[in-house]
């Protein structure tokens, strides 16, 4: 192991070096018995004069070769001042990773305690409307309204799974023009691995033909990473005359 300083024109650092081994480095210890907070590792950003918003307070980076032999921060932690008022002072915390060969920040957590992750899958999307349903066939829910799709992972009426977990998918769906004479209406959520349903019987609870009515379901399921998940309608009999409004919408996101 070795250790050196390198001094020069506006440049002052250690560096600590192993080439015999991957064993720790760098040890903070402290034998103190108290309750106190030890060993501290303190990044102390000390402006020569008075702080400002969005400074930078320090950074640590993961670095690693890539196979063209260059450096790269593949993760950085680092923080900032968001409110330097002296008695109402903020700060911010970053995670930042490099994804396709770009930086991206993945977590944030803000001056009041928020924490975002701007990448975790989730969307929403509203239907564009379909009319005349057909009858006694699985009929997948034109989705062609995006809301919002954080990781880009809904498209031509699909979700597709980036990564395995357990995901939250919510639905609410509106059927106009509802006939009597159909022996139910269902909602299904397609995925990969299972097909849930949700049946609403209306043959011996509508005395007439509805304007409308309006359904909502939720479902939490276990998805593999290309998995897919699609929410469809299915009218068993009567005639084919409903239609689905465009206040239709469907969501979901990853939980864990």
């Known amino acids: 192991m070795a250790l050196t300083k390198v001094t020069g024109a506006g440049i002052e650092g250690v560096t600590i070096s192993s080439t015999t081994d991957t064993s720790d480095q760098f040890i903070l210890t402290n034998t103190d018995t108290g309750s106190s907070s030890g060993p501290d590792l303190v ?70 305690g928020a924490v975002t992750k701007p990448l975790q899958p989730a969307f929403l999307v509203h239907a564009s409307g379909q009319n005349d349903i057909a009858l006694s066939t699985q009929v997948a829910l034109t989705m ?25 998918f919510n639905w609410h769906v509106r059927f106009d023009n509802l006939d009597s004479a159909a022996t139910y209406y269902r909602v299904y959520l ?12 209306v043959d011996d609870v509508l005395n007439g033909d509805a304007d409308y009515w309006s359904f909502n379901g939720a479902h939490f399921t276990d998805m593999e990473a290309n998995d897919t998940a699609q929410l469809g309608v299915y009218q068993a009999g009567g005639t084919q005359q409903t239609d689905i409004d465009n206040e239709t919408h469907f969501s979901g996101f990853l939980v864990c």
Do not use: C, M
Request: glycine share 8%; hydrophobic share 25%; aromatic share 12%.
């Open 144 to 168: 062609g309204t995006e809301v919002f799709d954080n990781n880009s992972d809904y498209s031509s009426n699909t979700f597709t799974a980036p990564v395995t977990g357990r995901y939250q």
């Open 43 to 112: 990044l102390h950003r000390k402006s020569t004069s008075s702080a400002a918003d969005s400074d930078g307070l320090g950074r640590i980076d993961f670095r690693g070769l890539n196979d063209a032999n260059e450096d790269i921060n593949y993760a950085t932690i680092y923080s900032k001042i968001s409110d330097a008022s002296d008695g109402t002072e903020d700060g911010e915390f970053y995670i930042q990773q490099i994804s396709n060969g770009s930086y991206v920040t993945t977590l944030k957590i803000d001056g009041i």
């Open 190 to 201: 397609a995925t990969s691995n299972r097909t849930f349903w949700t049946v609403y019987r």
